[in-house]
């Protein structure tokens, strides 16, 4: 970099699959003083423009497997100025990283931190608009690490396996081993579920992360019989929602102890359902299990409501959150960083959400999914966890739909389980599942049968894609919508 002529608070940027070389370049940047931000290789050329424009990178390391996405952006590259490097077989690529490692001066002095410098520029996921630049200053970055550590229990001897894509703020976790020298896995490639499991078996690995979808299809693969997956200790999940019925398979089935993690790209991790709190669920507490946890010890966590006023115990309203880990900001956007970045340290999120006497945080959903029908607001998450109890149901997308009598009709997009049960599924049975458990406000007043569901890359359900498909008539169905009284 410094070769390169790449100068302290430049951005360096890095277009890869998951590869070695991404954590080089990441605490290559640290030492730099460089502000990193990951590409993911999955968008779309517009995309991977927005990003370039926005943080305008001095430079550019793309993995080999990633450079026919370049063609489409050397345009731009050429226009802001940004250095390309490839690394890997065959990149074809001017300036080849190994050579200029080759090159480069054998005496580096990294630079000295204060606090408040930004070393990581990462995108939001998009689920709620276009992805905005995220800045993480290196104090909250550091602490972040360390607290990861600490509120999941690992130690110098775990080996830690998080196999999610590095592009985004899962970086920071990933390298969370930098806190008390344990052992990180990095991935090689692009994720799959077998290939994890034999990662796990060959590795040693005792503490992972999954998704909730990943996890489900991870006990269909387990059963099998082909997988060691015994030195896990401790199996972690977070990013979606997942059910109790689920739950109690994956203890049921792998022995090991579960943990829940609730966190935002503008905060990272900030709340643990620990372990204790799932087994005093399954014992006598069952509505721990739509919990989120307590708060982490290195954040405060307060409910407020449209006027920034804090509400009872209990009540629901904005979830606000303080913390050495909050963001410095969003690049480029100075209004909106002013208008939920507030100058005692508070963080107005998205999500609405109650704490009760206990401390316990529950998340109702993301402000951009409440659902205002005939002027009652419905919660989509709460009805998705209803319909996600029946067993013929795979997942679901609860939606908010424009409509003339209600304002938005409550819109339910279903998977149908791979089972004979699921194939059997209709309107009636999954409207049965609301019977008793959801209003006559919250029960869907049209149901759609899909084949599967749009995620983001970050492995989420990308509800914004569903709506439009939908709005546009343009949803790989294997039924049409249908009103359903």
């Known amino acids: 970099m410094r070769g390169l002529g790449i100068q302290r608070g430049d951005t360096v940027a890095i277009l890869s699959q998951e590869r070695i070389e991404v954590y080089e370049h990441w605490f290559a940047s640290i030492k730099a ?149 344990m052992t990180m896995v990095i991935p090689d490639g692009v994720f799959e579920l077998t290939a994890f499991m034999r990662d796990v078996e060959r590795l040693r690995v005792t503490v992972a992360l999954l998704v909730p979808t990943s996890l489900a299809r991870l006990l269909d693969e387990y059963r099998s019989g082909h997988y060691d997956l015994s030195s896990l200790r401790c199996l972690i999940y977070g990013g979606g929602p997942i059910t109790p019925r689920l739950l109690r398979e994956t203890m049921q089935t792998l022995k090991c102890e579960l943990v829940q993690v609730y966190g935002l790209t503008e905060a990272t991790w900030a709340s643990y359902l620990r372990h204790a709190d799932h087994q005093q669920a399954f014992k006598d507490r069952p509505e721990l299990l739509g919990s989120a946890g307590r708060v982490a010890l290195h954040f405060e966590a307060d409910i407020r409501d449209d006027e920034g006023r804090s509400l009872p115990a209990g009540q629901v309203g904005t979830l606000w959150l303080r913390s050495a880990c909050v963001m410095k900001g969003y690049l480029n956007m100075p209004e909106l960083t002013q208008s939920v970045l507030h100058p005692d340290g508070w963080l107005a999120t998205h999500d609405i959400a109650c704490i009760d006497q206990a401390g316990y945080l529950f998340l109702k959903d993301r402000k951009n999914f409440l659902i205002v029908t005939g002027g009652v607001n419905v919660h989509a998450s709460a009805v998705e966890a209803v319909l996600a109890e029946n067993a013929a149901v795979r997942e679901v997308a609860v939606i908010g739909m424009p409509d003339e009598q209600w304002g938005e009709a409550v819109t339910a997009v279903v998977v149908r389980a791979d089972t004979e049960e699921g194939r059997a599924l209709d309107e009636e049975g999954v409207l049965a599942s609301c019977k008793g458990r959801l209003s006559s406000m919250e029960a869907p007043k049209r149901i759609l049968f899909a084949r599967e ?31 359903v009284s």
Not at 457 to 468: A, P, Q, S, V
């Open 33 to 181: 003083g460089t502000v990193r931000t990951g590409i993911n290789w999955r968008y779309a050329t517009a995309q991977m423009i927005h990003i370039l424009m926005d943080c305008r990178p001095a430079m550019l390391l793309v993995d080999s497997h990633c450079v026919s996405s370049v063609g489409p952006l050397m345009e731009t590259l050429n226009m802001i100025g940004c250095k390309v490097v490839g690394f890997g077989d065959g990149h074809g690529l001017a300036l080849d990283y190994e050579k200029l490692i080759e090159e480069a001066a054998d005496i580096f002095e990294p630079v000295k931190y204060f606090g408040e410098e930004a070393v990581l520029c990462t995108y939001t996921s998009g689920t709620t608009g276009k992805p905005k630049g995220v800045l993480h200053k290196e104090s909250g970055v550091a602490l972040a690490m360390l607290h990861t550590v600490l509120s999941i229990g690992m130690s110098p001897d775990d080996v830690w396996y998080r196999p999610n894509q590095s592009s985004w703020v899962v970086l920071i976790g990933n390298s969370a081993g930098l806190a008390n020298g």
């Open 453 to 483: 569901l749009p995620r983001n890359f970050t492995g989420k359900i990308d509800k914004l894609t569903i709506r439009e498909s939908l709005i546009r008539g343009a949803m790989d169905s294997t039924e049409s919508v249908a009103p």
